[in-house]
């Protein structure tokens, strides 16, 4: 077969690399030149039927073993396609021979040079590892030191606030209103601080050593619970803080004042209100976690205090979980335990259909309840409590009303001045002794006793009394979301209201079952102090009294007495007057329990008898108090009026209403306002009939003057005109007298004549009619003492 011939001016040249400066093997360089030629399976397809080509390609293309490179000659394409098969052909072949060469002389240098490369490599890698280990200890000590200085100036700012600020604000007049409540609970937060940076200072080491940040972590969690404690108070304090300066925003003038105070105070800071720094504890707060967990992020893994780290940067975010749920506790707490005094145009204003529906929703479920078609949602830890904080109530109130009856029969002790009287006992030791005692029980002992009751006693258990305010509300709140929880507690699915409702119940119930425990033992623990406080301020007055009575021991009768002798003596003395008291009681209860019998004025005589001569004294009743009719028929009578009783029971047969006779009309009257008339078994004394001395005669204030009958009094001897019953003025023109009070007589009839009312000025200078049969006349000296002169 003949050769083509190689045409010259289309050819080009390919320079291959040698294999020993190639980063690829040899079946990488062949495998990419077999990229380059996609055509190679037809080419393989074609080889036997183009031997003589072969040949040629192999004559042509001969291996230099001396050169670095191998060059491939390839003819451009003619019309031919068999040329262009032949090309490639060779170019194949001669490239095969060339890369199986090329490895078995370079082999030995590529292992070299991927082992210099990996040393390489390795060293590189450990230096940047040595470098990023320098750059995390840097930042980790960068961050404790943004822990401790930030922590110190937390510290300085809330101190200046507190010391200067506040020091400065209570100089102007007037200082403003509730400032400090505002500070409230600061210095807890104050101390708490002082503290941690206390304990970091005492250790006296630096923060690059690794000792430092084992310190730091043991301290923190040391003050983990103080920390919580003075946080809790001062964030749940918070939302007052921010109302008080509001208040003062309100007022132009004083707020002016405020910022010019603060700027002056604190020129290094640029604040302009007070909540500039009031709010940095809660900032504080929240920014220990980001502190701690920064820290840790720059902390390698095999510190020895790594494990503490991540303990420490646990507890602070467990730490503001607390708080946060403390805060909200406390904001449901505070919502719902105040107690609004409303008006019924106040609560009717607040009816709307949201509160009228959500009530009947309650009210139908508490009627569920009662009745037992629906079984009501019962916890018995909560119950057990309910139970026994009532019980304290009811004790706390009780206990209360007792210190209070105690302390007024103590005050109307001391208010019995029996020094000031002169009883005439010259010569006589034993009451002058008495007197001393007495006076020096009122005057000394007493009233300290009076004092300290008040101080350690009645004012603590008013306090505690206004405490129950608090959790009675919540108690009665929580029945109300509990009726509106269990309608909705068996839902699948719940709307956005009903899962608020269902939270606020939850809430409420978990506040009340943490709180309640702590509240009633407290509370019980403060009524066994204040009982014992009580054994112990009568145990010290004993033991004044004693000294007292030691003082005058020698004075008082009996006092030779031997121990034992003295005491049989006092026992008998003290059993004695015992039952003359008893005695007395008995006498006292059985006149009250007598009935009383009252004279009548002339208009309820007459109307007596007339009732009296028609239904029989046996059904004479008197009004024991005032009765307003509220439904037909009812009658309107006064206290003190007589009726008769016509039938013990309505037209129904209710006995809660009798049918009377007032003399007039007829009507019903409540049984309980009724009382049986007894009359007196003895008529009243004679009304005085006092005459003026011959030649005088009264002056009349009225127009109406009788004949013949001058207002006269009687010269000898001298008497004194008293009111030997009650009475109680129906109108202007009577005046109310007391039984035993001194009345002077002005004239002995009314402005008819008519003798039996008398126009008397009572005590006061009140004059009026009161009846004539209800005045006494008794000679001078008798009757009790008065502050009218005697008609002589």
Sequence with gaps: MEVPRRPQPSSFTLPLPKPASSALSPLGAVEKVTKKHPMKEELQE???????????GEDLFSTEEEESAVSLYVEAPTDTSGLEDTNTSIVETNFKLSSQDSFSEDGSMSEERLAEEAKEAKKKSEEEEAAAK?????????????LVQSERNYLRLLQVSTVTIRSNLQKLQPPPANLDSMFLYIEDVIGVSTRLLSLLDQKQIQPGDPLYLETLCDSF???????????????????????????????????????????TSAPEVNATSLSFFLVMPVQRIARYPLLLQTIQKHTDSAHPAYALLEQTAHTSIALNCRINEYKRFREVADKYKKTETLTIKDKINRLNTHSIAKKTARLSQHIKHETGI????????????EGFFYVLE???????ENVETYLHHLQGFLACKTEEFDLDMDGEKAPICYKEITTALRQWILPTFEKRMRMLIHKPLCALRDLLVGPRNLIRKRLDKLLDYEVICDKSSLTYEEQAVANTYRTMNTLLLNELPQFNGLALQMIWSMLGTFSCLHKDLASDMEQLFQSFAQQLPHSALDPSAFWRWAESAVLEGAKKLETLCRSVEDTLNAPVVQPLSPSS???LKQLTDKHGSGKIYQVIGAVVGSRDLDLNLAKGELVAVISEADTRGDKRRWLVDTGGRRGYAPSSKLLRYHQPAEDPPPSPHLTLPEGVTGIRRHSYTPEGRPLTVMSQPCFQVFAAYDFKARGNHEVSVQAGEPVRVLERHDKRGNPEWS??????????????????IMPLGTGPPGTFKPYC
């Design 374 to 385: 629906t079984p009501k949602l019962v916890d018995e830890e909560f119950d057990a409590l």
């Design 221 to 263: 969690l040391s003050l983990s619970s103080d920390i919580e404690a003075a946080y809790n108070e001062y964030l749940a304090n918070y939302n007052n803080v921010t109302e008080v300066e509001n208040s003062y925003k309100q007022k132009e003038a004083l707020w002016n004042e405020i910022v010019r105070v603060i700027k």
């Design 394 to 400: 009811h004790g706390i109130l009780e206990l209360l």
């Design 46 to 56: 074609k080889k036997d039927r183009t031997a003589d080509e072969d040949q040629f």
């Design 759 to 776: 126009l008397v000025e009572a005590r006061g200078g009140h004059r009026g009619y009161v009846p004539s049969n209800y005045l006494t």
């Design 605 to 607: 005589q007459h109307r």
């Design 134 to 146: 320098e750059r995390a200890a840097q930042r980790q000590l960068l961050a404790i030191e943004e």
